[in-house]
């Protein structure tokens, strides 16, 4: 059954070479779990596009739609915060699968000639890959995208003599607003997707030309040859599987929450970035002053310079890590230095008080209206009314703007005032306050 459709489609599509091509490449060494990373990074990728192309949907970058829109896409359409959700983990397994990949690559040594065009390609699309999660993470416009990206954009902002100019063409003008959400917008759906996928195209047709480098041993590498059809894809595939269903558990698990819309005027929030870049938030708070520069141009055009030109400076034809002291203890450098510094990045990120701002005064506007003459909080209050100390457990934010804005329609003869006097916002403080209650 399957042969005949293959043969009849291959009668009219001439698909052997094709196939012969994709599935049959030698692997030197034999197929390995080993390998499976740059595939997870690729259908991480996969998932990115078709979840963010759902998001699109109903995504309005403006500086005055943004944030209700996401707040539309996680209440009202339908599994919208699961699609969000999943888009906010993929980016995370994209920078993992990533991350793994080019450890792996490095170990292997795997760059050197003649591999080294596979190499500077890949270290594009990693640098593609970060910008895809600085111009997402805007996106919301709620008031850790905005802070985040104002420290980004500060630090695009030392650059000498062309960083001023640099800035305003990020940014769009002298603040962040509506073009910057447009560009922003631009990038993470235009021009990062077309740009990434060409250079995927690229790095796999490289990969097909040069073959992949196989085991370190090459006494290995020359005795076992197996194709990349069957136990290379189906090792791949399992390896995908497992990504997607850890992607889907955190994406049920942990959703992303939707911090306040974005108040440029209020600059006592404290801006925490996405943690694959926290390492490098931490790194530059230990240079102040004039040593900024150092933080923000030095070391990473220095690292990327480093990282581009790995495949010329490690240039002796050995690949065994042990073989390889310099680079590998370069490696290992570099790896103690980012975990140490993403370790303090977290603790310090941990003991930030995690209220809400929103919340916070909605507990004022509790207090000020004097809502206590009739209800309970754990034990404070007057017991006229409900207790509300677990109301946030038995009430949704709809319910509760509902029951401020026509208490009638819920319940009949109720003796609560009507709080008809407060505006939006405070409405919406109090129910995220009410919501806070668990
Ligand atoms: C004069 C007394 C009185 C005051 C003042 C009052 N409430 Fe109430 N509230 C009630 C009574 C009685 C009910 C139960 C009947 C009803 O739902 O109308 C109630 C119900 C509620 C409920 C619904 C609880 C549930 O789960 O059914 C919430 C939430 C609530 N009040 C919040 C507030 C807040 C917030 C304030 C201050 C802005 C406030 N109330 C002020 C008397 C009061």
């Known amino acids: 059954m399957f042969a005949r459709l293959y043969n009849w489609l291959d009668e009219r599509l001439k698909l052997t070479p094709i196939r012969i091509a994709l599935l049959e490449e030698p692997i030197p060494g034999g197929a390995s779990w080993i390998y499976v990373f740059g595939s997870v990074t690729l259908f991480a990728f996969l998932l990115q596009m078709s979840t963010g192309m ?61 591999r080294e065009m596979m190499w500077l390609v890949g270290v594009v699309l990693f640098l593609i890959t970060l910008a895809f999660g600085f111009s997402g993470y805007l996106l919301p416009w709620d008031q850790r995208a905005y802070w985040a990206t ?52 690229l790095h796999l047709v490289i990969l097909r030309r040069v073959g992949p480098a196989g085991p370190w041993d090459t006494a290995r590498a020359a005795a076992i040859r197996e194709p990349f059809w069957p136990r290379q894809v189906a090792m791949d595939a399992i390896a995908m599987f497992v990504a997607f269903v850890i992607l889907v558990g955190l994406a049920l698990g942990l959703p992303p929450s939707l911090a ?13 970035p996405e943690w694959y870049f926290l390492f490098y938030y931490e790194m530059l708070k230990y240079f102040r002053g004039r040593w900024e520069i150092v933080g923000t141009v030095v070391i990473p055009v220095l690292f ?53 701002p929103s919340v916070v005064r909605g507990k004022q506007l509790y207090q000020y209206l004097g809502c206590a003459a009739c209800h309970r909080i754990h034990g404070e209050g007057e017991a006229v009314g409900p207790d509300l100390s677990y109301v946030g457990t038995q009430r949704d934010a709809a319910w509760l703007m509902q029951r401020w804005k026509d208490p009638e329609s819920m319940v009949r003869g109720s003796i609560m005032p009507a709080y008809t006097g407060l505006n939006d916002v405070e409405l919406r403080d109090l129910t995220n306050y009410m919501l806070s209650l668990k």
């Open 150 to 201: 104002q420290v980004g954009v500060n630090i695009v902002g030392t650059i000498p003599l062309i960083g001023d100019t640099l800035v305003r063409i990020i940014r769009g003008g002298q603040t962040l607003g509506t073009l910057t959400l447009s560009r922003f917008f631009a990038l993470h759906t235009v021009f990062l997707p077309w740009l990434l996928m060409g250079l995927v195209v």
């Open 304 to 356: 990327y310079t480093l990282l581009f030109l790995l495949p010329f400076l490690d240039r002796r034809p050995e690949r065994r890590p042990f073989s390889r002291p310099i680079a590998i203890g370069a490696g290992g450098v570099l790896l103690v230095v980012v975990f140490t510094f993403l370790t303090i990045s977290l603790r310090a990120v941990a003991s930030i008080p995690v209220t809400d």
């Open 260 to 272: 306040d819309r974005a108040n440029p005027a209020d600059t006592t929030f404290t801006p925490v």
């Open 54 to 114: 759902f998001l699109m949907l109903s995504y309005a970058p403006t500086a005055d739609h943004a944030y209700e829109s996401v707040r539309y896409i996680q209440e009202e359409v339908p599994f919208g915060s699961f699609i969000r959700s999943l888009h906010h983990w993929g980016a995370s397994l994209m920078m993992v699968a990533i991350g793994l990949h080019m450890l792996q690559v490095f170990l292997y040594g795997a760059y050197k000639r003649p």
